[in-house]
Structure formats: structure tokens, C-alpha cells
């Protein structure tokens, strides 16, 4: 029997074709629907044998993983756990759109690719369904996915009991598919989302203050560097690639100054490089966009709350132990070197609480 054609324009889409269309996946039947990648082949995950169907009918490897797509961030977090706070930060940001997460399921049972569609007549079905579908590209396995109605009409109309005809899809690729290894993003597959789109969106980003942004922050923030990479056995110029953005400023600092000579030694000292560095002053936006902001006395965060008060609570001392940071300035190298080990301690506390935090469960 043909499948039923429901062409539906995805502006402005009828309640009733899109609860027919619903209808069918609640009768357990397979569905190809349209997405903002590509066209899809949908079946309720609840349907008595539905994976194994909409796997026998795209002729695809038993062991080759379908993902499952959902309406919601919400709705996912009933199927995965959402570990690191990378992948919820990504799902926050390109969700309802091209990505699909590879998450720990939430059974504990192994993994499972999710995805809400940036598509509005899918999450208008999903919405109808009230819980998500299996979801597999509409084409046989090794052949290019369909790009529009049509094609995915040619492939499935005497196999699949509808097809949801909404045109040809906006992106026109697969979704950009992401897994972690701890806090380390793996893209497995770039789409329209790109590798450093992924990477600077799921970091963790810190921010480190002081007042003149020449001798504490540069110090920390390089010493910080260091000390993730030491933690998360990666180099210091992969920190991105481990889930890491860390930078410094200044509450009453000139842009563009050196660190001083005495900042640069006593982190050579240490086996770090500081000759590179130069000043800029904080601003709202720097904190804004930190997920972690550290001052080091309590006058720093106090002036930092007020230059972006939505950030006080995000903002701590560098010391875990609620030590202040004295400027070093005007004293010799012992005072500085005496500074960057008080602040190599405390940093690597705060790499060890930031590190755990990121690996948790986000309920």
C-alpha cells in the first residue's frame, strides 16, 4: 500500500495534518518526516519492534546506532544524562537545531544519540506524540540522505505508511554529531555546527581578575593553564580541545601592557612563559561570558559585582580557602615568587573542584 503524502508548509503547518501524521507513529508505524539536515525515518521508541523495523527497512547494521529525537531539552533528560556540563551547554545553545549529543543513557545501559530537530513541523509532531521517536536519516543504508519530500517519497513511498512533505530542508547535511571523553568534546561528525563552534561553546570558560592585569591575573591564569593541562594529561596549547577557555583582566588596568619583569621571572622559574602577555581591563561582558570568575581579595569581587552584578554569585576568590592575593607589586623577586606559589596551591584545588563539577551529572 502507497503511504499517505501529507504535504505540510512548515510557516504555518495545520493542527490536523500534524496530528495525523502523529497518529500514525502512535500506531506504531514509521513515519518519514522532515527535519532542518535531512529527511528522516521516524518510529515511536515505545512501538513493539520499532527500532528493528525502521533498522530492517533502511537494510542499516544491527549494531550501527540510532539516535532518538525529542521536542525539548526537558524531554531528552528523561533518556540521557546529560555529563559533562559541555553537553548541556551545547544543547542550551544549538538545540532545537543540527546537533546530536552521544550521552550516557539514562538507564545506564551504554549510549544513545539525541537531538531536538530546528525544524518546525518535526517538533510540531513530537509535541503531538508526547514522547520521542527513533530517528534515522530517509535513505537505505550507504546512499545519500533525502533532501526534500520527493526524494524521500521516491525511497520509502511503498515502505513507510506517511510521508510528512514540508520541501526541501534549510541545511541540507546530517546534524554535527558530538560524544565527550570527560570534559573533552570528540566531534564525530561536522555539519553545519563546525569543530570550533563545538569546542569554545562547551568549554568551561574562567576568568581570572586582579587590579593592573600585570603580575597576579597574568601569573594565574598561566600557572592555570599549566596546571589543567597537568590534571587532564593534555598540552597547554590543546586546552580548548579539553574543555577549557581561561583568560586574565584587570579591574583598573590600560590595555596592552607587559607583564612585569619580575611576573615573567618568577613564572620562568616555574617552567612557565609570560613574555606574551598583555593587560586588558575587565569588563561586564568578560564576566558575563565566564562560567567561573575568580578575584583575588575581596575588594576585586566586590568591585566585580558591581561592574556585572548578574555575575556575583559566580564569582569567588582564587584561593578555595578564602585567602586574599596580595599585589606584589613594588616588591622584588622572592615577594613575587612567593605570590605565584600561593596562588600554584590554590589553583590546583580550584582545577581539582572545577574538573569534578564538570563531570557531573546536570539533572
Known amino acids: 500500500m502507497p503511504a499517505e503524502i501529507l504535504r505540510i508548509d512548515s510557516r504555518n503547518p495545520p493542527g490536523d495534518l500534524i496530528q495525523r501524521a502523529a497518529t500514525w507513529l502512535e500506531r506504531g508505524e514509521i513515519v518519514a518526516i522532515p527535519t532542518e539536515t535531512v529527511y528522516g525515518l521516524a518510529v515511536d521508541f515505545k512501538a513493539v519492534n520499532g527500532l528493528e523495523r525502521l533498522i530492517a527497512l533502511k537494510k542499516r547494521a544491527p549494531d550501527k546506532p540510532v539516535a532518538l529525537a525529542t521536542d525539548s531539552l526537558d524531554r531528552a533528560r528523561e533518556s540521557a544524562r546529560f555529563e559533562p556540563r559541555g553537553a548541556v551547554r551545547l544543547a542550551e545553545r544549538y538545540w532545537p537545531g543540527p546537533l546530536t549529543l552521544i550521552l550516557p543513557r539514562k538507564d545506564g545501559s551504554g549510549t544513545i544519540g539525541v537531538r531536538v530537530p530546528g525544524h518546525k513541523v518535526a517538533l510540531e509532531i513530537l509535541r503531538a506524540l508526547g514522547r520521542p521517536v527513533y530517528l534515522s536519516s530517509a535513505n537505505p543504508s550507504g546512499e545519500p540522505a533525502a533532501v526534500d519530500g520527493a526524494q524521500a517519497t521516491e525511497s520509502f513511498q511503498s515502505s513507510v505508511a506517511c510521508v510528512v512533505d514540508s520541501g526541501r530542508a534549510a541545511v541540507a547535511q546530517p546534524s554535527t554529531v558530538v560524544s565527550f571523553e570527560g570534559t573533552r568534546p570528540l566531534i564525530l561528525r561536522e555539519g553545519l555546527i563546525d569543530r570550533v563552534m563545538v569546542l569554545k561553546t562547551a568549554a568551561h570558560c574562567v576568568l581570572i581578575v586582579c587590579s593592573g592585569n600585570t603580575c597576579r591575573s597574568p601569573m594565574a591564569e598561566i600557572l592555570f593553564r599549566r596546571e589543567w593541562a597537568r590534571q587532564q594529561k593534555t598540552r597547554e596549547d590543546l586546552l580548548l580541545e579539553s574543555g577549557l577557555i581561561v583568560t586574565s583582566a584587570g579591574t583598573d588596568s590600560a590595555a596592552g601592557w607587559p607583564a612585569t619583569e619580575e611576573a615573567v621571572e ?81 589553583i590546583g584545588a580550584r582545577v581539582r573542584r572545577i574538573i569534578d563539577k564538570e563531570t557531573q551529572i546536570s539533572e
Open 266 to 346: 618568577a613564572v620562568r622559574l616555574l617552567g612557565a612563559d609570560l613574555t606574551r602577555h598583555r593587560s586588558k581591563r575587565v569588563t561586564a561582558e568578560h564576566a558575563v561570558q565566564a562560567h567561573t570568575i575568580l578575584a583575588m581579595t575581596q575588594s576585586h569581587r566586590a568591585l566585580l559585582s558591581r561592574i556585572a552584578p548578574e555575575c556575583a554569585s559566580r564569582i569567588e576568590l582564587l584561593d578555595p580557602d578564602g585567602k586574599e592575593i596580595h599585589d606584589p607589586m613594588g616588591g622584588g623577586l622572592e615577594v613575587y615568587r612567593s605570590c605565584a606559589r600561593q596562588m600554584e596551591d590554590a
